[in-house]
Structure formats: structure tokens, C-alpha cells
């Protein structure tokens, strides 16, 4: 079955670490996005690519760096000038074009 | 700056009633509106998808109305169940990138 396969499910990162969450999809999607979602605020986008080695900041990208080296794959590192990385980090894939998004069932993120 | 804003936060119904959700979008430039359901610590499952030129979609006991010129959008859900408890999440699609604007969700409750 086709889908989005977002891990670890759990991730506990120290201060000062840098952590990557890995997202894949075999959806053959052109776009990919990561969001990071907290209580109260809903969902906010982080990055964005539409097509392999190319891609956007969202509305929240400082302490983020994302990669798209291959189509199946768009990693979401959260590095250390991250402040308050405590979420839950949800992935998503679209074909573009005005279609609708799926998304991966997301990792939590803790700093501890 | 596109803005989702959803009524009510959180409601409690008794199973088996009929209830509405809403949701309104500030910018009617939009490509698409699409209602998500949040299960809780999961990810996001698509529900219905209305194209900006569509007026309504129908799922099973779920249907969805766009009147993209006044910003607003309603998901009716027939006959609550208590499986329907869950979060449910309003989300549009406009600008550069195909990106997703979400609205902070309404927070169901189906009681025996």
C-alpha cells in the first residue's frame, strides 16, 4: 500500500543535539512539506519542496535544515539554535496542482 | 496572510445527534478546502477534499460545503458516533507552493 512513513515515533533529543526525522513516501509525490503541530496553535509549516534538490522555508524555519536528494525522501533535521523544539512533527505529500495532501502519522520530539 | 479560524473549539454531543463544524478562511484565493481527523498522539487522515470550483463533497455520513466567496466551509457529520470522537482539522490550499493553511481544529466528543 502506498503511504508516508515517518520515524523514529518517538525521539528525545539533549541540549545542544542535533536530531533527524526521517520521512519517506512511495506515493511517487512531487511535494513534500514538514509541519510542527503544539497544543493550541494547530499546525505550522516549517519547509516545503516541490521537486528533488530544491526546496522553500516556511513560516517557522529558523533552528531547521531539510535535504531533497531523492523524490521518495525529505529528512527534517532540528539543530541545536532550535530553542524549543518540543513537538509533534508530522510530514506530508502532495501531487501538486491544487490535490490534496496525505500525511505520515508523525513523530514527537522531546527534549530532555 | 491566509487565516483559518474554526468554531467551536470543543463540543460534546450525545450519540446520535447531527452536528455542524465550521470553519472560515480570511483569503478566497484558494485551490482547495480539506477537513483532516486528528486521532490522539496520530497523525492526520484525510476526510474530504473540495476543489475551489466544487461547491460540496460527500462521504459516506460526513459531508462538506465551500462558499469560497464568503471564506466558509462546513463539515456535517450525520448520526454521531462515539468512534467519531476525535479532533478535526480545516485546512485550505492557496499561494506559492501548494502549501496548507491550517485552522486550530474542533475537538469532538460522541457520548454514550
Redesign the interface.
Known sequence: DGGIT?SPKYLFRKEGQNVTLSCEQNLNHD?M?W?RQDP????R?IY?S?IVNDF?K?DIAEGYSVSREKKESFPLTVTSAQKNPTA?Y?C?S?I???????????T?LTVV | KQEVTQIPAALSVPEGENLVLNCSFTDSAIYNLQWFRQDPGKGLTSLLLIQSSQREQTSGRLNASLDKSSGRSTLYIAASQPGDSATYLCAVTGGGGNKLTFGTGTQLKVEL
Open positions: 515517518q511535494a512539506y509541519y493550541g496553535q494547530g499546525l509549516l516545503y516541490q522553500q516556511g509533534f508530522l506530508a502532495s501538486g496542482g491544487g490535490s490534496g495532501y496525505t500525511f505520515g502519522s508523525g514527537r
